[in-house]
C-alpha cells in the first residue's frame, strides 16, 4: 500500500463557513462533489498557491466538528485492514464505504478521537 496523498480535513455541517474561511485565507477551491450518499455530504478540496491542499467535508450527520487528516492510498482495502487493526473504527458502522463512481472512501476514528478519511480514486474514472 502506498500513500497517494496526505491533507488536513475539516468535517462539519456549516462547510460554507468554512470554505469562505479559507478562501480569505488565499485558498481556492479546486474540485468539489456535491451529493454524495444521496445528499448527505459534499465534499470540497481547497488549495492555495504554494500547492497546500485542505479537504472540507460537509456532513449532516455529524453531532459536532471534527478534525483528522485525509489519506489517500492506491490499495484502500489494505489501509482499511491496517487501520482497524491499529483501534480505529468506521464511523458508519460495521464496514460501510462510500463509494462514487471515482472514488471508495470511509470515514474512521482513533481510540483517541481523530478522524482518518481514507480514500481510494478510481484512474480509469478520473478524465
Not at 15 to 33: D, I, M, N, P, Y
Not at 108 to 126: E, N
Amino acid at each position: 500500500m502506498k500513500i497517494t496523498g496526505f491533507r488536513p480535513i475539516i468535517i462539519t455541517k456549516d462547510a460554507g463557513s468554512a470554505v469562505k474561511l479559507f478562501e480569505e485565507l488565499g485558498f481556492e477551491t479546486r474540485h468539489s462533489k456535491k451529493a454524495i450518499e444521496d445528499g448527505s455530504y459534499d465534499s470540497f478540496i481547497l488549495r492555495n498557491g504554494d500547492a497546500n491542499r485542505l479537504v472540507v467535508l460537509a456532513s449532516k450527520t455529524i453531532p459536532r466538528d471534527l478534525t483528522g487528516v485525509s489519506i489517500s492510498v492506491d490499495d484502500f482495502q489494505a489501509a482499511y485492514d491496517l487501520l482497524l487493526a491499529h483501534g480505529f473504527v468506521n464511523s458508519r458502522g460495521a464496514d460501510r464505504v462510500t463509494e462514487t463512481g471515482s472514488s471508495r472512501s470511509a470515514l474512521l476514528l482513533s481510540p483517541t478521537g481523530y478522524g482518518v478519511m481514507l480514500t481510494q480514486h478510481v484512474k480509469s474514472a478520473r478524465p
